[in-house]
């Protein structure tokens, strides 16, 4: 397994494809949202792939703000979900937001029935449960 952890520039057609499609897959057709995927952020942010044999398996992204790091996201394609990619994942994302950005906070907006997932790497929450897309969400902070 591999982490690979790229700028836009940095990524082919190719990767971008399949990272998009993996997004509006997970996101949109799997979780109904009505939003738009794609935005502003994936012009400036780290785009992180776990890889096996050039195979996307997981994909989060990490976004630099001025008082903290923020990351998101976060998935695990649907045919190697129930492997523990997603621990995975999130613990390769927290390593490298700390190797490249030591000392900052990490803040994320999780999906509420994730709450317990995130207090496994240390997170605690800063809010209350809200609606963010339609979906149950909640702020967090490591």
Not at 20 to 25: D, L, W
Not at 26 to 54: A, K, M, P, W
Not at 83 to 109: A, N
């Amino acid at each position: 397994m591999e982490l690979k952890v790229k700028k836009l520039q940095e990524l082919s057609s190719e990767e971008i494809l399949t990272i998009i499609e993996a997004r509006i897959n997970t996101f949109i057709v799997e979780q109904d949202g009505h939003y738009n995927d794609v935005d502003q952020h994936d012009r400036t942010c780290l785009h992180v792939s776990l890889e096996e044999d050039g195979q996307l398996k997981a994909y989060s992204r990490i976004i630099e703000e001025p008082d903290c790091i923020r990351f998101g996201r976060v998935l695990v394609l649907k045919e190697f979900r129930k492997q523990k990619l997603g621990r995975k994942l999130v613990g390769l994302t927290i390593e490298e937001i700390q190797k490249r950005y030591p000392g900052k906070t990490i803040k994320i907006i999780a999906q509420a029935y994730l709450k317990e997932f995130y207090e496994s790497f240390g997170f605690t929450a800063t809010s209350d449960v809200y609606n963010h897309h339609e979906i149950p969400h909640i702020d967090m902070e490591l």
